[in-house]
């Protein structure tokens, strides 16, 4: 594996199984509350241009477990705030720090980031990706299916960086995945274009939600407008009716088909109440695995 964790697709199959296995070795581990700290004396930056709630407290929990510190940096609170050249910051962060997490907008900042540090930069979300969340999600298909290869993941919404990142995935991985986006909200082109020519992904994308979740093992979906997009809350409201997952769309699916949702959620806009907090949702054991795959990582890197 690489020095750092930027995309999915930088990573080889049997990089996706060393982070499964060491997860999964973490969260015995975790449960029966042994301790396991591998990162004493080790410091994790993390540095957020965006909010946080599953990120923040895993990674932060994540590296107090494995004995290392976490520090919080925002970026109005550094001089990156103020417009320090991000080179600049990477060389001084790499002389205090072992390694830095970044949640922000860009993802050409994170990869000049990591061009310029000499320790492992992980990223935390950009607008385009958001590694850490597939590689939680894959885990936990493995927990509840047994497996992910050949398996079934239907993606219903907008073509955002949890889109993107599940390209990534199915072009490293065997596995279909099946997206459903409205027309003018599909996942990026490059992307998708990288997966079905070079890598021989199975991915299918279509504007019929029905199409892509028939026969599928898992029914996936993301908030409609993501962070920085409030101001299209509306637009988008009425151009994604189609697209909610609730029951009536759940019967499509095989009758054993699990629901996840990277949160948080807007109950009765992408997803029902009734599917969320219902018998097929895996949601909340989906938010745990965030803690043990990125401790996983966290000890792979650092």
Known sequence: ???????????????????????????????????????????????????????????????YQLGGIAL??????????????????????????????????????????????????????????????????????????????????????????????????????PIRLALACPEGYRPDRRILARALKNNGADILLTDRPEEAVKGADIVYTDVWASMGQEHEQEERAGRFQRFQVNERLLKHARKDALVMHCLPAHRGEEITAEVLDGPQSIVVDQAENRLHVQKAILEILL
């Open 72 to 173: 919080f940096l925002n970026s109005r609170d550094t001089q990156l705030g103020r417009g320090e050249n991000i080179m600049d910051s990477a060389r001084i962060m790499s002389r205090y720090l072992d390694g830095i997490m970044i949640r922000t907008f860009s993802q050409k900042a994170v990869e000049e980031f990591a061009r310029h540090a000499s320790i492992p930069v992980i990223n935390g979300l950009t607008d385009l990706l958001h590694p850490c969340q597939i590689l939680s999600d894959l885990f936990t298909i493995m927990e509840k299916k047994g497996a992910y290869e050949g398996k079934t993941i239907a993606y219903i919404g907008d073509g955002n960086n949890i889109a993107n990142s599940w390209i990534n995935a199915a072009a490293r991985l």
């Open 1 to 63: 594996m690489k020095k750092d964790l930027l995309s999915e697709f930088d990573l080889a199959k049997d990089d996706f199984e060393c982070i499964f296995e060491k997860a999964k070795r973490q969260k015995r581990i975790h449960e029966e509350g042994r301790f396991y700290q591998p990162l004493r004396g080790k410091t994790l930056g993390m540095i957020f241009d965006k909010s946080s709630t599953r990120t923040r407290i895993s990674f932060e929990v994540g590296m």
